[in-house]
């Protein structure tokens, strides 16, 4: 498809990054005609002047389109795919977001970005790339360039969203014991990581951590919890209005079993309740816990 080219052809002369102390004089210089040829190419591509931007990359430029394996070879060639792109794709529009430049000789520079097609109507098109220019009779010209599609990150943030108000930190303060729980984000929000200490008298007496994420085959949400003791469990959430029933099971470190149902209830922004009933031990009923109240830190607001 023609506009599988559009993304190499329109990010190659996107550079607007700051001037490193060490450039000199001459490289400064460069940097800043660069930046003017940037501007002057979005300009025109987003005027549709083919011929303008073809004037841009260097008379044997070469383009390698990642999706099929193509080469464009030459100012000609590119002037060419970029006017059946315009008749194809009209009022599309370009924008790029530069990670790094860097001289690599007084005539050569390299920049590594990302770039995005974007057309009236349609989800962007985004990749990340690396483009060479070379300097010839005072202008800096794409000579070479290579592209890939942007790596697509998955994230669970859809069914874990109604547990937003649980990040922060949380504390409860019950006579001599205190248990602190403090929950966070995982990388692309596909789990919510609580760490949570308890102390008594003021002495560490048990911590852990507990991954809460999205199951795909049972199709809900599920948390894993590992503590300092050696101790290990697992639990299913399902929301109920402003509750949270969790379904827990655990082994202990001494191997025996556990179970519980505890109920987390949102009070307010600031506020939560859990009570842990249904409580067995080695298939022994054990007595239901009182609710205890747990309040926000307000410096996790």
Known sequence: MRTKYLLSIVIA???????????????????????????????????GDAKAIASKWSPDAVYTNPMTGD??????????????????AKGTKIAVDVNSIRFVSPSV???????????????????????VYVKADG?????????????????NYQHLKDLQWMIGTWVDQDGSATIETTAQWAKNQNYI???????????????????????PVAQNIRSWVFDSDGGFGNSTWKKK???????????????????????LTIVDD???????TGRTLDGNILPNLEPIKLTRNADSE
């Open 71 to 88: 080469e464009v070879t030459g100012r000609k060639a590119i002037e060419e795919q970029l006017v059946d792109i315009f008749t194809d």
């Open 241 to 263: 209005d402003n509750k949270w029933v969790v379904n827990s099971s655990a082994v202990l470190s001494d191997g025996r079993k556990a179970s519980a149902v505890k109920v």
């Open 193 to 215: 990581t609580r760490r949570f200490s308890i102390s008594v008298d003021g002495k560490p007496d048990l911590s852990g951590v507990q991954m809460i994420g999205w199951d």
């Open 139 to 155: 202008n800096w010209l794409v000579d070479r360039m290579t592209e890939q599609p942007e790596p697509v990150f998955r994230s």
């Open 270 to 276: 600031k506020t939560i309740t859990m009570q842990a």
């Open 109 to 131: 520079a390299v920049e590594e970005g990302t770039a995005r097609v974007l057309r009236p109507g349609a989800e962007p098109d985004v990749t990340v790339y690396t483009c």
């Open 13 to 47: 002369l996107a550079m607007a990054s700051t001037t490193p102390g060490w450039l000199c004089a001459d490289q400064v210089e460069d940097e800043a005609a660069i930046r003017a040829s940037i501007a002057a190419y979005v300009v025109a591509f987003n005027q």
